[in-house]
C-alpha cells in the first residue's frame, strides 16, 4: 500500500524567502503525485501534478515540485514566498490501477512572517 | 460557477441524531468521493463513486451511507451519530481514463456532534 511522510508539520519562513516543503511517499511501482494547497476555512486546491516526463514539473501560483525516483521525493520549492502563502499543504500519492484512490501525508503548515 | 459544492457548510448536531450531506459537482466528472478530515487535518478517504457505483470503501462503519442518485451528485448520510464524527468532511471529484487522476475538492462540511 503507499503511503506519503511530510517530516514537517510547521515551516516558518519570512516573506520574499524562499521555501522547500519535504515529502516522501512509499510505494513500489510508478506514483502519480500530488500537492494540494488548504487555506483557512477552505477546501483543497491542486497546487501541481507528476505523471511522467520531467521530473520537475510547475505549478499555479509559483511552486514547483521536483520528483526524485531514487529519494522516494516530491519536495515543494517556491523561490519567493508571499504573505498569502500561509496554509496547510498536502502531499498526496496515488497508485497506477488504483490511482482514483489518493493517500495524503499528514500536511505541513506555512506561517509567513512579515 | 462553483465547481464542486457541499451543504450544508456547517452541521451542528446532538449524539444519535442523522444526518446528512450532499455534494454536486458541475464538472462533467464521473467519478466522486467522500473524505474525512480529523482535528489533526489528517485527510482519509472514505468512499468512492463511479458513474453511481461504489468502487472504494474504506474502513467506514455501516452507520455511514453514501448515495449516488447520478453522476453528479454523491451524498452521504450519517446514523446515530458520535461524538468521534466530528470533523470536516470533504467531496471531491475526478474523471477517470484521462491519465490525470486530479481530483477536485469541494469547501468542506464542518460536522460538530455535541
Known amino acids: 500500500a503507499q503511503s506519503v511522510t511530510q517530516p514537517d508539520i510547521h515551516i516558518t519562513v519570512s516573506e520574499g524567502a524562499s521555501l522547500e516543503l519535504r515529502c516522501n511517499y512509499s510505494?513500489?511501482?510508478?506514483?502519480?503525485l500530488f500537492w494540494y494547497v488548504q487555506s483557512p476555512g477552505q477546501g483543497l486546491q491542486l497546487l501541481l501534478k507528476?505523471?511522467?516526463?520531467?521530473?520537475l514539473v510547475q505549478g499555479i501560483k509559483g511552486f514547483e515540485a521536483e520528483f526524485k525516483r531514487s529519494q522516494s521525493s516530491f519536495n515543494l520549492r517556491k523561490p519567493s514566498v508571499h504573505w498569502s502563502d500561509a496554509a496547510e499543504y498536502f502531499c498526496?500519492?496515488?497508485?497506477?490501477?488504483?490511482?482514483?484512490?489518493?493517500?495524503f501525508g499528514t500536511g505541513t503548515r506555512l506561517q509567513v512572517t512579515l | 460557477d462553483t465547481a464542486v459544492s457541499q451543504t450544508p457548510k456547517y452541521l451542528v448536531t446532538q449524539m444519535g441524531n442523522d444526518k446528512s450531506i450532499k455534494c454536486e459537482q458541475n464538472?462533467?466528472?464521473?467519478?466522486m468521493y467522500w473524505y474525512k478530515q480529523d482535528s489533526k487535518k489528517f485527510l482519509k478517504i472514505m468512499f468512492s463513486?463511479?458513474?453511481?457505483?461504489?468502487?472504494i470503501n474504506e474502513t467506514v462503519p455501516n452507520r455511514f451511507s453514501p448515495k449516488s442518485p447520478d453522476k453528479a451528485h454523491l451524498n452521504l448520510h450519517i446514523n446515530s451519530l458520535e461524538l468521534g464524527d466530528s470533523a470536516v468532511y470533504f467531496c471531491?471529484?475526478?474523471?477517470?481514463?484521462?491519465?490525470?487522476?486530479?481530483?477536485?475538492f469541494g469547501p468542506g462540511t464542518r460536522l460538530t456532534v455535541t
Open positions: 471531491a471529484s475526478s474523471q477517470r481514463g484521462t491519465g490525470t487522476y486530479e481530483q477536485y
Open positions: 510505494y513500489g511501482a510508478t506514483p502519480y
Open positions: 507528476y505523471f511522467s516526463g520531467d521530473t
Open positions: 498526496a500519492v496515488g497508485a497506477e490501477g488504483t490511482a482514483s484512490k489518493l493517500t
Open positions: 464538472l462533467g466528472h464521473d467519478t
Open positions: 463513486y463511479n458513474n453511481k457505483e461504489l468502487i
